[in-house]
C-alpha cells in the first residue's frame, strides 16, 4: 500500500464513522437513555440558575431535541468534512494515524530515532526510491518539548 491508498483508505473509514455517528434525526419515543441522562444534566444545571421549573422538563425536553435535530440536520446538509481538500490535506500529513507505514513499530531511543531521520533526510532520494509513495511525499519531524 503506498501513502495515497492509505490516505484514501482512512479517509472511507472517516466518512463512514462520520455518517454512523451522526445518527438519525430523534423523536421523543426513541430517544435513548444515554440521551435523556445528558438532557436531564443539563436540565438540572438550568433549574439550579432559576430558568426552569420542575414542571418544565417536559418543554426543556422537547426544546433538546429539537435543537439537537437542527444541528444535526445541518450537519448532514454541509457534508462530509473530509470531502474538503483542506480536511484531506489535514489527514494527509498530520503526523498520526499511518499505522501502515511501519514507523509506529519502531521502539527507539532519542538519539536513535534522531540518528534515522538525519539519515533519512540526508539520503531520501536514495531510501525513497524503495518505497510505493505519492508524488506529494514529505518528511515531517514531529519534536516534543519538555
Known sequence: MNSEEGLLQILDQYAKDWEKNLGDLLTLDNLSAEFLEEVNSSFNIHLKRGRYTKNEFQKYLEDYTKIYNEN????KQSGNPYKTEKKRNDIRYQTG??????????NLSSAESASIIEALILNQKDVFKHFKIANEFKIFLAGHVY
Open 97 to 106: 494515524d499511518w499505522l501502515y507505514q511501519g514507523f509506529n513499530q519502531l
Open 72 to 75: 444535526l440536520l445541518s450537519k
